[in-house]
């Protein structure tokens, strides 16, 4: 018999197996950050960049493993995960099918050619993604980041009308790297590289989803109305307009019914791309395929990942056939292209993960699941009076805190966060001030671990004024 004594693997159901990592409720054997993740937290200070992993007193922990809504850390504890790792996990932490993909996929073909001698199974990706599209003829190009799939859009857009500006959204978060950054609207992102930052972008303000949504959306359209006249004004009319459906990063902000399609109708009349990026929202978190649906408008580009690779590197760039086709056909040469394009391990475990989606209606759960949620929460919460506002769609929810709570330091979220993660529960902070505590589980988590985290959240939330 295996030596169990000191393995927490063997010891984390106890002396049965009636409840394996993935269904469980969260236990916390030495508080977080433990003295295993204090030690390698040294240890990545002195290998890592001290821009990347923020470290404090009590963040972050190391994790060791990780199955369906679980997370166990190098120190024993276990941990609900409301973050599903930024997205990423839709369908649970190490589902056993996606694991067995890979695990196929790497004994056959690790890595190929992706745009010289492609491996076959890039290619039924592509294939599935284009028939998942909104579009009767799609094209897509693979990515490993969200920010590449941006990256591609804005350049797509610029082939397409022949016209470098863009107008994007207050709020927004579109990745980090050069392009993508030009069209992030945080500012303690863009301001140490304002210089190298493309001044073809322009900003107009997203509706604030705690005020009045009509005064809200007239406010924003209008504003979208006279960006576009300024810039037609100036001989430099846009090529194209990008919107996250549901901004995630800003903090689960949802626009009033009626502006997406209403931003879709200023940009085709300006002659210019629509680009939704949902590289957060897509693939089941909002309890539709894709966040666009709900209101029944239907972009020119998406962008798409997170959750598309199944736990590994994927994006991807889709469009309709008549914009995509403004990428010239190669003679040998792509113009636009990457080492990993269609790396074989991520198509594998991406086309697992869409057979997943739709085998166990995760969608549909999501949206299920998502409306019973935000409803206990509420209820739970309905008395506080420094909550502003619970929201959310399907399995993508935001409690926004009022800042007063934070007049200095952290805001009210990322000390909810902490907070939080001492007790076994995982949220992020999400808003400019860190005023949003952003919920965004696999969308497998059970029912019993979604009812404990509500008890624990609207304690902590309720308490934050005390």
Same mark, same amino acid.
């Given at each position: 018999?295996?030596?169990?004594?000191?393995?927490?693997?063997?010891?984390?159901?106890?002396?049965?197996?009636?409840?394996?990592?993935?269904?469980?409720?969260?236990?916390?054997?030495?508080?977080?950050?433990?003295?295993?993740?204090?030690?390698?937290?040294?240890?990545?200070?002195?290998?890592?960049?001290?821009?990347?992993?923020?470290?404090?007193?009590?963040?972050?922990?190391?994790?060791?493993?990780?199955?369906?809504?679980?997370?166990?850390?190098?120190?024993?504890?276990?941990?609900?995960?409301?973050?599903?790792?930024?997205?990423?996990?839709?369908?649970?932490?190490?589902?056993?099918?996606?694991?067995?993909?890979?695990?196929?996929?790497?004994?056959?073909?690790?890595?190929?050619?992706?745009?010289?001698? +492609?491996?076959?199974? /890039?290619?039924?990706?592509? $294939? %599935?993604?284009?028939? &998942? !599209?909104?579009?009767?003829? @799609?094209?897509?190009?693979?990515?490993?980041?969200?920010?590449?799939?941006?990256?591609?859009?804005?350049?797509?857009?610029?082939?397409?009308?022949?016209?470098?500006?863009?107008?994007?959204?207050?709020?927004?978060?579109?990745?980090?790297?050069?392009?993508?950054?030009?069209?992030?609207?945080?500012?303690?992102?863009?301001?140490?590289?304002?210089?190298?930052?493309?001044?073809?972008?322009?900003?107009?303000?997203? +509706?604030?989803?705690? /005020?009045?949504?009509?005064? $809200? %959306?007239?406010?924003? &359209? !209008?504003?979208?109305?006279? @960006?576009?006249?300024?810039?037609?004004?100036?001989?430099?009319?846009?090529?194209?307009?990008?919107?996250?459906?549901?901004?995630?990063?800003?903090?689960?902000?949802?626009?009033?019914?009626?502006?997406?399609?209403?931003?879709?109708?200023?940009?085709?009349?300006?002659?210019?791309?629509?680009?939704?990026?949902?590289?957060?929202?897509?693939?089941?978190?909002?309890?539709?395929?894709?966040?666009?649906?709900?209101?029944?408008?239907?972009?020119?580009?998406?962008?798409?990942?997170?959750?598309?690779?199944?736990?590994?590197?994927?994006?991807?760039?889709?469009?309709?056939?008549?914009?995509?086709?403004?990428?010239?056909?190669?003679?040998?040469?792509?113009?636009?292209?990457?080492?990993?394009?269609?790396?074989?391990?991520?198509?594998?475990?991406?086309?697992?993960?869409?057979?997943?989606?739709?085998?166990?209606?995760?969608?549909?759960?999501?949206?299920?699941?998502?409306?019973?949620?935000?409803?206990?929460?509420?209820?739970?919460?309905?008395?506080?009076?420094?909550?502003?506002?619970?929201?959310?769609?399907?399995?993508?929810?935001?409690?926004?805190?009022?800042?007063?709570?934070?007049?200095?330091?952290?805001?009210?979220?990322?000390?909810?966060?902490?907070?939080?993660?001492?007790?076994?529960?995982?949220?992020?902070?999400?808003?400019?001030?860190?005023?949003?505590?952003?919920?965004?589980?696999?969308?497998?988590?059970?029912?019993?671990?979604?009812?404990?985290?509500?008890?624990?959240?609207?304690?902590?939330?309720?308490?934050?004024?005390?």
């Amino acid at each position: 018999m295996r030596d169990t004594i000191g393995d927490p693997e063997a010891q984390e159901c106890g002396s049965t197996d009636d409840a394996p990592l993935g269904n469980l409720l969260p236990k916390i054997v030495v508080r977080p950050p433990g003295p295993a993740s204090t030690q390698i937290a040294e240890r990545l200070a002195l290998a890592e960049s001290r821009n990347v992993t923020y470290r404090g007193d009590d963040f972050p922990v190391f994790w060791s493993k990780a199955r369906g809504a679980n997370v166990r850390d190098v120190d024993g504890n276990i941990y609900l995960d409301l973050t599903s790792a930024f997205g990423v996990s839709t369908a649970g932490h190490a589902h056993p099918k996606i694991v067995e993909a890979i695990r196929l996929q790497a004994g056959r073909l690790i890595h190929g050619m992706g745009d010289v001698h +492609p491996p076959e199974v /890039k290619v039924t990706l592509l $294939e %599935r993604l284009c028939a &998942l !599209s909104p579009w009767n003829e @799609a094209r897509g190009i693979l990515a490993s980041t969200g920010s590449e799939a941006v990256e591609i859009a804005l350049k797509t857009a610029q082939l397409a009308t022949g016209r470098p500006g863009v107008i994007a959204f207050e709020g927004s978060y579109h990745g980090l790297t050069l392009g993508a950054l030009s069209t992030t609207a945080r500012e303690d992102f863009r301001a140490p590289f304002l210089e190298r930052l493309p001044d073809s972008v322009s900003f107009v303000p997203f +509706p604030d989803p705690a /005020k009045n949504q009509e005064e $809200e %959306r007239a406010r924003s &359209l !209008s504003a979208l109305d006279h @960006a576009i006249e300024v810039a037609e004004k100036a001989g430099r009319q846009p090529g194209a307009v990008i919107v996250e459906p549901i901004q995630g990063r800003a903090g689960v902000r949802i626009p009033p019914t009626g502006f997406l399609s209403a931003v879709a109708n200023r940009t085709r009349q300006a002659g210019a791309v629509l680009i939704f990026d949902e590289v957060f929202t897509g693939f089941g978190r909002t309890g539709s395929l894709f966040a666009f649906e709900e209101e029944g408008v239907i972009p020119d580009l998406l962008c798409l990942g997170k959750a598309l690779g199944g736990g590994l590197p994927l994006s991807c760039c889709l469009g309709r056939v008549e914009v995509m086709d403004a990428w010239p056909r190669s003679e040998g040469e792509s113009i636009h292209t990457s080492t990993f394009l269609g790396h074989p391990l991520s198509c594998a475990a991406s086309l697992t993960f869409l057979e997943i989606l739709e085998e166990e209606g995760l969608a549909s759960r999501a949206a299920e699941e998502g409306n019973r949620f935000c409803s206990l929460l509420s209820e739970a919460l309905a008395s506080c009076a420094h909550l502003i506002q619970v929201r959310g769609r399907g399995m993508f929810v935001g409690l926004e805190l009022d800042t007063g709570l934070s007049p200095t330091g952290p805001g009210p979220g990322a000390r909810t966060a902490a907070a939080l993660l001492a007790k076994g529960l995982m949220v992020l902070p999400a808003g400019s001030l860190g005023e949003v505590v952003a919920i965004t589980p696999p969308l497998t988590i059970t029912r019993e671990q979604l009812d404990w985290a509500v008890g624990v959240l609207s304690d902590r939330v309720s308490g934050l004024g005390s």
